[in-house]
């Protein structure tokens, strides 16, 4: 059973276009991200949500427009897609919420190619 | 502000000893990790230190801190083909509300 899943698992689009990604845990976490791995392979923390409040926004394009409908869910939908957001983005999560150690599970990623 | 530096490749031959550094700014950090990230897929989980343990070996894997440094480091003995991966430190700050700062990971390529 799939812990932290993610769709789509890739994505190819146009310059322009608006689109989203799903991600779904199955952990009962309280908290969970958004990561965008470049094509050198750094991993940049974009969002967090903590019980569906947004607790981190990295300098990120307001684009970029992350939304937790429940614990369980965080999607991330991009407006207006350039070439350079052309990357991996991968969802995790963790059980964080007044602890010193917390691991993260991440999703498998979600290639996307802007053309 | 936080910042993990790592060195981004290692190269070894199977069987050898892979050591792989990273070093950190923030004294206040209370865990510090190991992720490994194999090819296509996402980062999970090797290992973890508490900053008050200077080593932590667990079968081929072992973690040593030098907290006065602030220098991590993950040792892999006889390494394996089946080792190569990024391999991405990160911290972790009580106060950073679950915020994990990773490094810029390091590519090990295992020759056989």
């Known amino acids: 059973d799939t812990a932290v899943s993610q769709t789509p698992k890739y994505l190819v689009t146009q310059m322009g276009n608006d689109k989203s990604i799903k991600c779904e845990q199955n952990?009962?976490?309280?908290?969970m991200y958004w990561y965008k791995q470049d094509s050198k392979k750094f991993l940049k923390i974009m969002f967090s949500?903590?019980?569906?409040?947004?607790?981190i926004n990295e300098t990120v394009p307001n684009r970029f427009s992350p939304k937790s409908p429940d614990k369980a869910h965080l999607n991330l939908h991009i407006n207006s897609l350039e070439l350079g957001d052309s990357a991996v983005y991968f969802c995790?999560?963790?059980?964080?919420?007044?602890?010193?150690?917390?691991?993260?599970?991440f999703g498998p990623g979600t290639r996307l190619t802007v053309t | 502000g936080e910042d993990v530096e790592q060195s981004l490749f290692l190269s070894v031959r199977e069987g050898d000893s892979s050591v792989i550094n990273c070093t950190y700014t923030?004294?206040?950090?209370?865990?510090l990790y190991w992720y490994k990230q194999e090819p296509g897929a996402g980062l999970q989980l090797l290992t973890y230190i508490f900053s008050n343990m200077d080593m932590k070996q667990d079968q081929r894997l072992t973690v040593l801190l030098n907290k006065k440094d602030k220098h991590l480091s993950l040792r892999i003995a006889d390494t394996q083909t089946g080792d190569s991966a990024i391999y991405f430190c990160?911290?972790?700050?009580?106060?950073?509300?679950?915020?994990?700062?990773f490094g810029d990971g390091t590519t090990l390529t295992v020759k056989p």
């Open positions: 923030d004294s206040s950090s209370t865990y």
């Open positions: 995790a999560s963790s059980l964080a919420s007044g602890r010193a150690f917390y691991e993260q599970y």
């Open positions: 949500y903590n019980n569906k409040e947004l607790i």
């Open positions: 952990l009962g976490h309280d908290t």
């Open positions: 990160a911290e972790s700050i009580p106060s950073n509300a679950g915020k994990s700062t």
